[in-house]
């Protein structure tokens, strides 16, 4: 079975986020001033074969510690949904 995966790697609250502080800025000068407290990640999309969710689910979390996560400075959420092809 193909499932759809998509990863959604944040920084950890503790970590200085240099990109989120750039967009907060750039938002205010644009007169967006409310917006407060930006923080930037990065979103990974992928097509995984599976026998069933939890297997998939497994895959990516190993697939997580060993290439797309710095666990010392990220940590990510994984959202699986079956694919429709």
Do not use: W
Not at 12 to 22: Q, T
Not at 26 to 55: C, M
Not at 57 to 79: A, D, H
């Amino acid at each position: 079975m193909e499932y759809k995966v998509q990863v959604i790697v944040k920084p950890l609250d503790a970590i200085a986020n240099p990109e989120g502080k750039a967009v907060e800025r750039a938002l205010a000068a644009l007169s967006f001033d409310r917006v407060t407290k930006v923080r930037a990640g990065k979103v990974i999309n992928f097509t995984l074969e599976a026998d069933h969710p939890e297997k998939a689910r497994s895959i990516t979390e190993e697939i997580c510690q060993k290439l797309l996560v710095n666990p010392v400075m990220e940590y990510s959420e994984i959202q699986i949904s079956q694919s429709g092809n």
